[in-house]
């Protein structure tokens, strides 16, 4: 590959992007954490557990967020609303009530519930006069509020956000890319083809034809491809300071991945895979009945492993970044001095951090893709491997 001075020169920049983006990022948090109420006590869990989990609106700095549509199926019919509906003018959280069905709605750690709006009584001799009286919703307790309602999520939050502009960067991306392959037939590639071409034939030569030979490797490419870009950028665009996205971090996202992997992989597979399976040929029948059960099992443990490596190693990232972050509050709040310490020694280790998950990105991305070829290549292989082994 052909490297340039102006290639360098661009990735300094957008590495001097990404620090003084982290920077400007670290001091609207200081400036907020400095701007809190006196004797609120900064609690690091709390901000990591806040930062990882998926959410209803886009964080962006102090009391800035940007909310994002609410989409809920009820009983009553279906509520469209935008999340800030839950925000009270001193930002903090209320309930709302829908004018279109009438359902009352509250947030919880970013779960939406249905709440009985009648007042709850506590007293014995009072909750006995409301049932008298035929209140029945009053007379119930307040933890079976919830109970009884159906709510189904539709929501558009912070990871379907996330994925939905991934998924229009790579159409956009990979149909462009398309479009000139067919404007100059047989030229060399530039622009955008350029810099995909080494990560399309890298997949193809180094992941897809090693495991499952040249012919097969066409059949199972544009989904490996599709699984190796979306997990990239999706990364890639976890590592962006403002927003605090963490897509591949989300556990419901990764399932489905690893689920369409598990799909593949089931309707694919030949005779000689699912009789290995069931059957083991060449195996003792008491070592069968022992080894049939692990093998069915590890139909479900493969799409598992793959589903919980992914999000645990993402997320461990982004805690490792969080954890050092929470250390300046923590500090600063014993010393301002011993603050501006640690937040130096904090930030430079960030720095080192954010370079690292760099790589991060691209090698969980491939180890996903890699993995997946894997199982493909075992469910579809002959029998004729296994005589040669």
């Given amino acids: 590959m052909k490297i340039n001075s102006n290639s360098i020169s661009s990735k300094g920049n957008f590495a001097a992007r990404i620090l003084s983006t982290i920077l400007l990022v670290f001091n609207f948090m200081n400036a907020n954490a400095s701007s809190s109420e006196e004797g609120a006590e900064f609690n690091a869990g709390e901000m990591i557990a806040h930062h990882l989990q998926d959410a209803h609106s886009i964080h962006l700095f102090g009391h800035v967020s940007v909310p994002l549509p609410v989409i809920l199926y009820t009983d009553h019919g279906v509520d469209m609303f935008m999340s800030s509906c839950f925000w009270g003018p001193n930002h903090e959280l209320i309930t709302y009530t829908s004018s279109s069905t009438g359902n009352t709605y509250e947030l919880h750690h970013e779960k939406i519930h249905i709440v009985d709006p009648t007042p709850v009584a506590t007293d014995s001799t009072h909750l006995e006069m409301l049932q008298h009286a035929g209140d029945v919703h009053a007379a119930v307790p307040a933890s079976d509020h919830h109970a009884h309602h159906t709510l189904i999520d539709f929501s558009i939050t912070k990871s379907v956000l996330g994925m939905l502009i991934i998924m229009g960067i790579m159409l956009w991306i990979f149909i462009s890319v398309a479009k000139a392959y067919n404007r100059r037939p047989g030229q060399a590639p530039k622009g955008l083809q350029n810099a995909l071409e080494p990560l399309i034939l890298f997949i193809k030569d180094e992941v897809a034809v090693p495991a499952l030979g040249k012919k097969k490797a066409l059949v199972f490419l544009p989904f490996l491809l599709t699984v190796f870009f979306f997990i990239w950028m999706c990364n890639m665009l976890g590592l962006i300071p403002l927003g605090g996205f963490n897509v591949t971090g989300t556990l419901s996202i990764t399932l489905v991945l690893a689920g369409l992997v598990f799909i593949i992989t089931s309707v694919k597979g030949n005779a000689h895979y699912w009789g290995h399976i069931f059957w083991p040929p060449g195996v003792p029948l008491f070592v069968k009945v022992i080894l049939v059960p692990i093998e069915v099992a590890s139909l479900f443990i493969k799409p598992a492993v ?84």
Wanted: no cysteine.
């Fill in 306 to 389: 793959l589903m919980i490596r992914l999000t645990a190693n993402i997320n461990a990232g982004h805690i490792v970044i969080l954890a050092f972050t929470s250390l300046i509050f923590i500090f600063g709040a014993k010393s301002e001095a011993l603050g501006m310490g640690v937040g130096i020694l904090a930030t430079a280790f960030l720095v080192f951090m954010y370079f690292l998950e760099l790589l991060v990105a691209f090698l969980q991305a491939y180890v996903f893709t890699l993995l997946a070829a894997l199982y493909f290549g075992d469910a579809t292989q002959e029998h004729h491997h296994e005589e040669h082994h």
